[in-house]
């Protein structure tokens, strides 16, 4: 809990200032991966990020797979709102 917690108050504090106003945190792509130390901060930071319709995501498939130094997650989501889906990546590391 204590790790929603501090992402909650990192999104409050990103979106207060002026220059953070509509600010994601980010896209969790292949490309662009999240890193987390922990599964439970990825799933904290998908309920969080919404969906473009401010919909909440729901995980369909979670599938965990070894990278150099590392571990990585892509989770596949899909919109209880819309219906859109799409798969967020994130590096685990210490």
Known sequence: ????????RLVRWSTARPEGRGRRLGAATASD???AREVSEE???I???RC???GAWDVETQRA???QGG????LDVSCSA?????????????
């Open 52 to 54: 473009a319709c401010r």
């Open 33 to 35: 991966p999240r890193r």
């Open 47 to 49: 309920a969080v990020n």
């Open 1 to 8: 809990m204590r790790v929603l917690e501090r992402l909650l």
């Open 82 to 94: 819309c219906g859109a889906s799409r798969t967020f990546m994130f590096e685990l590391r210490e």
């Open 71 to 74: 571990f990585a997650d892509e």
């Open 65 to 67: 797979f070894g990278i």
């Open 43 to 45: 799933y904290a930071w």
